[in-house]
Each structure stands twice: as C-alpha cells, then as structure tokens.
Nanobody
Framework: QVQLVESGGGLVQPGGSLRLSCAASSSSFGIDTMGWYRQAPGKQRELVAT???????NYRDSVKGRFSISRDNAKNMVYLQMSTLKPEDTAVYYCYLRRWPNTYWGQGTQVTVSS
C-alpha cells in the first residue's frame, strides 16, 4: 500500500508563505492525480489543489493566485507553495494520491496562520 508523508507545516503570520511537501512511497505512479485537501476545526475536509500525472492543475477559488501546486515524478513528491496566507487558511493539510482504483491519504500537517 502506498504511504504519503507530509512535511512543512507550522505557524506563519498573515501575508507570509509556507511550502508543504509530500513524499510518496511508490516509485511508479502510472496515471494518477495528487493533491492537497485541508480541514479546519468544525468544518468538512475540502479540496485545495490537484495535479495530474500529465500536469493538469486545478485550484479551489479561494486559493487561486496565492497557492501553487507542483510535482516531481522522479522523486515521487508533490508540493504546495502557499503565499499571502490568510487566517482562514488555517487547517490540517492532507496530501492525497488517487490512482485507479485506489485513493491514499497522508497523516496531515498543521498550518496555522496567526499574528
């Protein structure tokens, strides 16, 4: 089974930047989608950004222009560069991999945006 491990979370001031990384244990992804979800206290988990093995990218509207997702297929890594962070970005961020017919989740990394 594929394992996903996130890193890079932490406390950052509003307007600051943070880069999240996710390492996948699989060395051969095939056709897949990787991305990031987040869940704030008392709220449902929501999609943040996705990137396919072919490089197609989608963002939720609230992060467009501020977040950038990328992947390194050779290293089995996916990244989320977050800038101009807002308090409403505070959440646990989860890496995910969807490779038919399975979906895999990381353990989550806390991002707190506060002054």
């Amino acid at each position: 089974q594929v394992q996903l491990v996130e890193s890079g979370g932490g406390l950052v001031q509003p307007g600051g930047s943070l880069r999240l990384s996710c390492a996948a244990s699989s060395s051969s992804f095939g056709i897949d989608t990787m991305g990031w979800y987040r869940q704030a206290p008392g709220k449902q988990r929501e999609l943040v950004a996705t990137i396919t093995s072919g490089g197609d990218i989608n963002y939720r509207d609230s992060v467009k222009g501020r977040f950038s997702i990328s992947r390194d297929n050779a290293k089995n890594m996916v990244y989320l560069q977050m800038s101009t962070l807002k308090p409403e970005d505070t959440a646990v961020y989860y890496c995910y991999l969807r490779r038919w017919p399975n979906t895999y989740w990381g353990q989550g990394t806390q991002v707190t945006v506060s002054s």
